[in-house]
């Protein structure tokens, strides 16, 4: 029978990426403890995996590479070779082509790799100048009108007897005589084992062994490497039989197991996540109890009688119960660690102190907070600029450091916690922190404020996410355009959250980000404008107050404001934002008969802002499910998105921050801002 390998490339190029991390995040470890055995295996074991599944796949490039990158490897495992600052080097470079080839099905060999694994196989030969490089990477490649070399083989016996419960192990039998294959040449192969009758017959369990002629110049040591995975899960057996001279070295493919055919379909792999059993465990149980509770709600309802309305409502309420803790298990699969891109940031870092000349450490932690993978994946462009901003423009140079009484290495800090239903991620660096006077001063230049604006220290240092704004006098390949810390303020804003700068000159910046855990769902505040209902994010209000007509403040130029406790808030009455008819005058004298009754408002804050909303009526608090608009309607601005309310009416969710930012950045009163049509 022969097996078509190609369906199971989209789940090898996604593993090729976790080992890749994993090489990675090694190499990178490696500079400070070359001579760490436990890292050096790890490493190890992922090249040879990746070396193993490109070999059944016939991915002859990656083959070639991890062969290099793994001889090397094994040196310095062995003692024979040790890990320096260059040899790390080559070996990220090797990464990096890596990641090209498995970034798709069909990627062709990138330009440059043959130089890296030249330098690979050099330093490996200069560690061990007895070693002749074997393998697919040093191969001679023969013209047509040359005869082939004849070289010395030797034929083996190779019995591989695989245990029943191979399979619960994840490992694949005809994976490991694919890899066979790539290091000798088979001659014969019979299929022993016996089958059970078809009645008795466990798939999953291994029931056939195979015995095998093989014919290489290779060592018994490599010819075992290949199943050096399944030691504990097989007998293998590799004797020596006779040793024959060949015409040719080219490997051939074990017979049962068939190439992935020319022409395969262009990169199709979908993104995917891994999930902990017991989550989905979880799941499957709450599953259960709802058939459970559905099958006696829909009995009940069938046989209906007065008698029977109180056991009908504690069915619907296990109802409740179960849906309720199912969409949060199911959201729950949704989360994952930010380690999962955290652990980038190492080789970004190592990258900007090679190309700045620079010495900085990178210290990581809360790696292990959880969030929604849909958060995590906004949140990469953001932090990408944040560390690259810190390794540019914050820390030093090492003279500088020096004179500055500072030790040379620079160090920037990453954390991760979750917050009150929130995550709160922190960039930290201790190099020369913002210089407002500069920051004023540029800003002064491009016409962002003028000379004689009255700025706080926070309204300056905030000047740094205007587009295009920047305090370098030139333009490198890293920074200097004005470009990222616009995109930063913007992206996150997206993700309904808050950045906050603070920094002391001389001693370093720190960057808070407050992010919600999930967009999927959410906690709001329903409320009533006119006949509309709208939804605050409850993490964005900070109380409910009553204002009467003579609270609110006409401020001239800057619009309306309520005073609350001696201090004025900005006022909003968003019935004139979205240009909702309103009984009562809003922004006129009230009517006698009503002057004396107060009006409801909710006082939100996004960052250090605050802004009081006018609305009419509270009508509860409730767990919401957010559905994009623009994928069904379009982009309403001040808005979030939408939900379904229990009544099955649609309520648009309000986006805070975009409402404080509105009033602050109009010199009109809140009659005359530009109100938002809620009609298409």
């Given amino acids: 029978m022969k097996i078509d390998l190609s369906h199971f490339l989209d789940t090898f190029l996604q593993e090729c990426a976790e080992h890749l991390e994993t090489i990675e995040s090694g190499l990178l470890r490696l500079k400070t403890s070359p001579a760490d055995s436990e890292l050096l295996n790890n490493i190890f074991r992922a090249a040879h995996s990746m070396k193993g599944g490109a070999g059944a796949f016939g991915l002859?490039?990656?083959?070639?590479?991890?062969?290099?990158?793994?001889?090397?490897?094994?040196?310095?495992?062995?003692?024979?070779?040790?890990?320096?600052?260059?040899?790390?080097?080559?070996?990220?470079?090797?990464?990096?082509?890596?990641?090209?080839?498995?970034?798709?099905?069909?990627?062709?060999?990138?330009?440059?790799?043959?130089?890296?694994?030249?330098?690979?196989?050099?330093?490996?030969?200069?560690?061990?100048?007895?070693?002749?490089?074997?393998?697919?990477?040093?191969?001679?490649?023969?013209?047509?009108?040359?005869?082939?070399?004849?070289?010395?083989?030797?034929?083996?016996?190779?019995?591989?007897?695989?245990?029943?419960?191979?399979?619960?192990?994840?490992?694949?039998?005809?994976?490991?005589?694919?890899?066979?294959?790539?290091?000798?040449?088979?001659?014969?192969?019979?299929?022993?084992?016996?089958?059970?009758?078809?009645?008795?017959?466990?798939?999953?369990?291994?029931?056939?062994?195979?015995?095998?002629?093989?014919?290489?110049?290779?060592?018994?040591?490599?010819?075992?490497?290949?199943?050096?995975?399944?030691?504990?899960?097989?007998?293998?057996?590799?004797?020596?039989?006779?040793?024959?001279?060949?015409?040719?070295?080219?490997?051939?493919?074990?017979?049962?197991?068939?190439?992935?055919?020319?022409?395969?379909?262009?990169?199709?792999?979908e993104s995917s996540i891994r999930v902990a059993t017991e989550k989905i465990d979880k799941v499957i149980d709450l599953v259960g109890e709802m058939v459970i509770a559905q099958a006696m709600t829909s009995e009940l309802v069938d046989h209906f009688t007065p008698e029977s309305h109180d056991r009908l409502k504690e069915c619907v309420s296990t109802l409740e119960r179960c849906i309720r803790e199912l969409h949060e298990r199911t959201l729950s699969v949704r989360m994952l660690p930010v380690g999962t891109i955290f652990a980038r940031f190492d080789r970004l870092v190592h990258d900007l102190a090679q190309k700045t000349g620079k010495k900085i450490s990178l210290t990581i932690s809360g790696q292990d907070t959880e969030v929604d993978r849909g958060v995590l994946e906004m949140l990469s462009d953001p932090l990408t600029h944040l560390i690259r901003n810190s390794a540019d423009h914050g820390i030093e140079t090492p003279a500088e450091r020096a004179a500055a009484g500072k030790p040379e290495t620079g160090s920037i800090f990453l954390s991760a916690s979750h917050l009150a239903g929130n995550i709160l991620v922190e960039i930290d660096d201790d190099g020369g922190g913002l210089n407002l006077a500069r920051i004023r001063e540029k800003a002064i230049s491009k016409g962002l404020i003028s000379a004689t604006d009255d700025l706080s220290d926070d309204k300056i240092r905030s000047l740094i996410f205007e587009p295009g704004f920047s305090?370098?006098?030139?333009?490198?390949?890293?920074?200097?355009?004005?470009?990222?810390?616009?995109?930063?303020?913007?992206?996150?804003?997206?993700?309904?959250?808050?950045?906050?700068?603070?920094?002391?000159?001389?001693?370093?910046?720190?960057?808070?980000?407050?992010?919600?855990?999930?967009?999927?769902?959410?906690?709001?505040?329903?409320?009533?404008?006119?006949?509309?209902?709208?939804?605050?994010?409850?993490?964005?209000?900070?109380?409910?107050?009553?204002?009467?007509?003579?609270?609110?403040?006409?401020?001239?130029?800057?619009?309306?404001?309520?005073?609350?406790?001696?201090?004025?808030?900005?006022?909003?009455?968003?019935?004139?934002?979205?240009?909702?008819?309103?009984?009562?005058?809003?922004?006129?004298?009230?009517?006698?008969?009503?002057?004396?009754?107060?009006?409801?408002?909710?006082?939100?804050?996004?960052?250090?802002?605050?802004?009081?909303?006018?609305?009419d009526e509270l009508l509860g608090q409730q767990q919401l499910v957010v559905k994009n608009l623009e994928k069904n309607f379009r982009r309403i601005e001040g808005t979030l998105g939408a939900t379904i309310l229990g009544d099955g009416s649609a309520a648009l969710i309000l986006d805070v921050a975009a409402l404080i930012n509105s009033l602050s950045r109009t010199d009109m009163t809140s009659k005359e801002l530009r109100p938002i049509s809620l009609v298409a």
């Fill in 60 to 269: 002859a490039h990656v083959v070639k590479l991890t062969h290099a990158l793994e001889n090397l490897l094994d040196q310095m495992r062995n003692g024979e070779a040790t890990a320096t600052p260059e040899s790390v080097s080559i070996m990220l470079q090797a990464t990096d082509f890596l990641k090209i080839l498995t970034a798709s099905r069909n990627a062709d060999c990138p330009a440059g790799m043959e130089e890296t694994i030249a330098s690979l196989e050099a330093i490996a030969a200069a560690a061990n100048p007895g070693q002749t490089p074997t393998g697919p990477s040093t191969q001679a490649v023969k013209s047509a009108d040359t005869a082939p070399d004849i070289k010395p083989e030797k034929e083996y016996r190779v019995i591989f007897q695989p245990a029943a419960d191979l399979f619960t192990t994840g490992c694949n039998p005809l994976l490991l005589l694919r890899n066979l294959g790539d290091v000798a040449t088979v001659v014969s192969t019979r299929q022993t084992g016996t089958l059970p009758a078809l009645a008795e017959l466990d798939t999953a369990s291994c029931h056939l062994a195979w015995e095998l002629i093989v014919r290489t110049e290779n060592s018994v040591a490599d010819l075992k490497e290949v199943f050096e995975f399944v030691e504990d899960q097989a007998r293998v057996e590799i004797t020596p039989i006779v040793a024959a001279p060949v015409a040719s070295n080219e490997p051939t493919r074990p017979p049962d197991v068939e190439r992935r055919q020319d022409g395969a379909p262009a990169d199709r792999r």
């Fill in 471 to 615: 305090t370098r006098n030139e333009v490198s390949d890293i920074s200097g355009r004005g470009v990222g810390m616009d995109v930063v303020k913007r992206n996150v804003a997206s993700l309904n959250g808050t950045i906050n700068v603070s920094s002391e000159l001389g001693q370093g910046t720190s960057v808070k980000i407050l992010l919600p855990l999930t967009l999927a769902i959410m906690d709001g505040l329903i409320v009533r404008v006119v006949d509309h209902r709208f939804v605050l994010p409850l993490t964005s209000i900070i109380e409910t107050i009553a204002v009467r007509e003579e609270q609110v403040l006409n401020v001239a130029g800057k619009g309306e404001a309520v005073r609350v406790r001696d201090q004025a808030i900005p006022f909003l009455r968003l019935h004139q934002m979205f240009r909702l008819a309103k009984a009562t005058h809003g922004g006129e004298p009230m009517p006698e008969d009503d002057e004396e009754r107060p009006q409801l408002a909710v006082v939100v804050e996004r960052g250090s802002l605050r802004a009081a909303l006018l609305v």
